[in-house]
């Protein structure tokens, strides 16, 4: 027996509202295909980042810039530049759309929420490790190891049975 799902107009909206100078704009989501273009773009682009390659290639220009935040933003693109908002706030919520597209609606509101800012990565290990120590051998809740030399760390005590010696 097949498993009945909730129709999926009703849980998903497909249109990003963004608020730029006093004004909501309302971008829809893309269609299928330049969603799937979008994703390879940004694909393309965290793969040149990770092997440590420039994006400002002939791959990702200006005008390919301009291209997908069109693309991401769909019509609003054209009413942002009627309206006269300047680029830097256009190409915000154009990355805005984009990590919408491509990551989801919280990654998308948590990046609108910096407003560019670059995200404070997470603390690799050592710093998390140096960040709880304190400096004193008291605070630490893990016993030292045992001596490995091959002799007993024990003490024979008085009511310890002694061997006989002859």
């Not at 009703?10 to 249109?15: E, I, K, V």
């Amino acid at each position: 027996m097949a498993t009945a799902f909730e129709a999926l107009d009703s849980l998903l909206d497909d249109a990003l509202e963004l608020p730029i100078k006093g004004k909501l704009y309302r971008i829809p989501s893309p269609s299928g295909e330049d969603g799937l273009k979008v994703q390879r773009i940004t694909n393309l682009a965290v793969q040149m980042l990770a092997g440590g390659e420039s994006v400002d290639t002939e791959i990702l220009d200006d005008d390919l810039e301009h291209d997908l935040f069109r693309l991401c933003l769909g019509p609003v693109y054209d009413e942002l530049l009627a309206d006269g908002v300047d680029w830097s706030w256009i190409r915000h919520a154009g990355k805005t759309a984009m990590m919408w597209i491509v990551s989801g609606v919280e990654d998308a509101r948590e990046f609108w929420a910096r407003a560019g800012a670059p995200s404070q990565p997470a603390p690799n290990r050592a710093a998390r490790r140096a960040a709880k120590r304190t400096g004193s051998a008291a605070a630490s809740k893990t016993p030292r190891r045992g001596s490995t030399s091959g002799t007993s760390g024990r003490k024979a005590t008085a009511s310890a049975p002694k061997a006989a010696t002859t």
